[in-house]
Nanobody, 124 residues
Framework: QVDLVESGGGLVQPGGSLRLSCAAS????????VGWFRQAPGKEREGVSC????????YYADSVKGRFTISRDNDKNAVYLQMNSLKPEDMALYYC?????????????????WGQGTQVTVSS
């Protein structure tokens, strides 16, 4: 019954921007911590950002701090990831996921529901 759908990925040149969306059905996103993760071919899945439930704290991986911004729109039951100054190393399949317990976590195995991912390609 729970469905998470990522969108907004695509092809962008280095230095460009993308805005990823995570839309939910079957659950109220504001009741969960929501994390963004990414996985490139041959690499481990890594945490990118997380926003805690309600009006809680936000967290960013050092590699994206100052360039990415996570936010909520509760009216749309969605979480967004604004990505600016994109680099080739940002190229990956990006996932959103929900965490039932705890304020936030950077570890994928602590999240319960996952979307199918949206591809971000950074190339000139």
């Amino acid at each position: 019954q729970v469905d998470l759908v990522e969108s907004g990925g695509g092809l962008v040149q280095p230095g460009g921007s993308l805005r990823l969306s995570c839309a939910a059905s079957g659950l109220i996103l504001d009741h969960y911590a929501v994390g963004w993760f990414r996985q490139a071919p041959g690499k481990e899945r890594e945490g990118v950002s997380c926003i805690s439930s309600g009006n809680g704290n936000v967290y960013y991986a050092d590699s994206v701090k100052g360039r990415f911004t996570i936010s909520r729109d509760n009216d749309k039951n969605a979480v967004y990831l604004q990505m600016n100054s994109l680099k080739p190393e940002d190229m990956a399949l990006y996932y959103c996921a929900t965490q039932t317990f705890g304020p936030c976590s950077q570890y994928p195995d602590e999240y319960d529901f996952w979307g199918q991912g949206t591809q971000v390609t950074v190339s000139s």
